[in-house]
T-cell receptor, first 115, second 114 residues
Framework: GAGVSQTPSNKVTEKGKYVELRCDPI?????LYWYRQSLGQGPEFLIY????????DSGLPNDRFFAVRPEGSVSTLKIQRTERGDSAVYLC?????????????FGEGSRLTVL | GDSVTQMEGPVTLSEEAFLTINCTYT??????LFWYVQYPGEGLQLLLK?????DKGSNKGFEATYRKETTSFHLEKGSVQVSDSAVYFC?????????????FGTGTLLAVQP
């Protein structure tokens, strides 16, 4: 597709459940980022992939959060034992190169609600 | 640590009014500064940027000047339109970093009324 695609757009789950969020970046973009945006806040960095490897996962809040990008394209953010505080919009972004003058191309996000 | 502070919204203006959205930052070194915009139902997109002191970024009639002495990057537009209604985010990219790891402000909602 032409832009970054994220699925699902909305996910409602119960506390304690497992959730997967998918991101399909722009074709040819080697760098992929996950951000989390809580209500009334700006996006907060979670993890960055360069190719298949997680080059910086310093933003992941705890070990319940994990992300993969096995073939260097599509990425999945996985959240185990969800908590109500995990409710947020999860944003994926991609860029052409590791440092591409700060221009990230964002998807519309996956809104996660944990009941 | 590095941070960005921007004025709280919502900002409500009439069409053709002058817009200013304030943004200040805290960072070591010489970060690059950005404004991103999120239109309703769309993903964030880059509006403009400035990479060094005194640079002026501009796009779609919006402007912002990188002021190192006041650590600011205020967004301005001389005459807003209804189509400018969106959420605006100020962001910085740390100097010397190896990635596009942006640090964002909390966002400012702009509502322009006809």
């Amino acid at each position: 597709g032409a832009g970054v695609s994220q699925t699902p757009s909305n996910k409602v789950t119960e506390k304690g459940k497992y959730v997967e969020l998918r991101c399909d970046p722009i074709s040819g973009h080697t760098a992929l980022y996950w951000y989390r945006q809580s209500l009334g806040q700006g996006p907060e960095f979670l993890i960055y992939f360069q190719g298949t490897g997680a080059a910086d996962d310093s933003g992941l809040p705890n070990d319940r959060f994990f992300a993969v990008r096995p073939e260097g394209s599509v990425s999945t953010l996985k959240i185990q034992r969800t908590e109500r505080g995990d409710s947020a919009v999860y944003l994926c972004a991609s860029s052409r190169a590791p440092r591409d003058t700060g221009e990230l191309f964002f998807g519309e996000g996956s809104r996660l609600t944990v009941l | 640590g590095d941070s960005v502070t921007q004025m709280e919204g919502p900002v409500t203006l009439s069409e053709e009014a002058f817009l200013t959205i304030n943004c200040t930052y805290t960072a070591t070194g010489y970060p690059s500064l950005f404004w991103y915009v999120q239109y309703p139902g769309e993903g964030l997109q880059l509006l403009l940027k400035a990479t060094k002191a005194d640079d002026k970024g501009s796009n779609k009639g919006f402007e912002a000047t990188y002021r190192k002495e006041t650590t600011s990057f205020h967004l301005e537009k001389g005459s807003v339109q209804v189509s400018d209604s969106a959420v605006y985010f100020c962001a910085l990219l740390r100097d010397g970093g190896a990635t596009n790891k942006l640090i964002f402000g909390t966002g400012t909602l702009l509502a322009v009324q006809p």
